[in-house]
């Protein structure tokens, strides 16, 4: 008989301490899903893996809206103008200078550019 209530007092001592992690971890912030449910998983987005993307999602988006502002200009002005235009701005201050560099006509640009031109005819 002694022995059997030394069992059962192990297996008590087992359960209460799976109760108390799984209450810890309530606490802390974890649970758990059960499967077929919709649970905190499926209404918070995963966290992201890395800060690099968001960096470069932004400079790209940099480049792709300079591009296409140069590519408006070009095609509005036509491409002597444009070229008129960067030559005055190579002969300011520095800023001026700086902006001439960022609004070279490169082929992407001009490809672009002209594609517009032979839409608007």
């Given at each position: 008989m002694l022995l059997g209530f030394?069992?059962?007092?192990?297996?008590?001592?087992?359960?209460y301490g799976r109760?108390?992690?799984i209450q810890?971890?309530?606490?802390?912030?974890?649970?758990?899903?059960?499967?077929g449910t919709l649970g905190?998983?499926?209404?918070?987005?995963p966290p992201s893996r890395s800060h690099v993307a968001p960096v470069l999602r932004a400079i790209v988006m940099v480049f792709t809206a300079v591009t296409l502002v140069k590519v408006?200009?070009?095609s509005a002005i036509g491409p002597?103008?444009?070229?008129?235009?960067?030559?005055m701005l190579r002969q300011?201050?520095?800023?001026?200078?700086?902006?001439?560099?960022?609004?070279?006509a490169d082929p992407v640009t001009t490809f672009l550019a002209g594609k517009i031109a032979a839409l608007r005819g």
């Open positions: 030394v069992m059962a007092d192990s297996n008590l001592r087992d359960f109760i108390y992690r810890k971890r309530h606490r802390e912030g974890g649970g758990f899903e059960a499967a905190r998983a499926y209404f918070q987005p408006m200009i070009l002597h103008d444009y070229a008129d235009r960067l030559s300011g201050d520095s800023l001026d200078r700086a902006g001439a560099v960022v609004m070279v």
